[in-house]
């Protein structure tokens, strides 16, 4: 088992920064590639980024492209949601969640977190 816990989220006015991170726990949590997916009202989940369990890989959902950076720390079990250059558009509740393998939808992750929620005005 996996237990994930994020934290960070808030308002922000557009074009402003938030961190996100994800506190993980469970014995191979270090093991599983960690994703954020986002869900805005009235609209299915969506993939965000990924990164693989050492770091060394990562996907991008284009529309975050050269905004958002996801990083991990495998000694704090913990990963992180720099995002940058926020827009109305990305107002969503923000899940961690984590898988053996890099994927981008939601169906194949096997651990959530509870979500946190990032609210950006304009």
């Known amino acids: ?8 989220g808030g308002l922000v006015q557009a074009g402003g ?3 996100l991170s994800c ?3 469970g ?5 599983y590639a960690m994703a954020w997916f986002r869900q805005a009202p009235g609209k299915e989940r969506e993939f965000v980024v990924a990164v693989n369990w050492n770091g060394g890989g ?3 959902v284009d529309s975050v492209k050269g905004r958002f950076t996801i990083s991990r720390d495998n ?25 053996p393998g890099l994927l981008t939808r939601a169906i194949n992750y096997d651990y959530w977190g509870q979500g946190t929620q990032v609210t950006v005005s304009s």
Do not use: F
């Open 27 to 31: 014995r191979t949590s270090r093991n």
């Open 23 to 25: 506190a993980a726990s």
């Open 17 to 19: 920064s938030l961190r």
């Open 1 to 8: 088992q996996v237990q994930l816990v994020e934290s960070g």
């Open 58 to 60: 990562t996907n991008y």
């Open 75 to 99: 000694a704090k079990n913990t990963v992180y949601l720099q995002m940058n250059s926020l827009k109305p558009e990305d107002t969503a509740v923000y899940y961690c969640a984590a898988n």
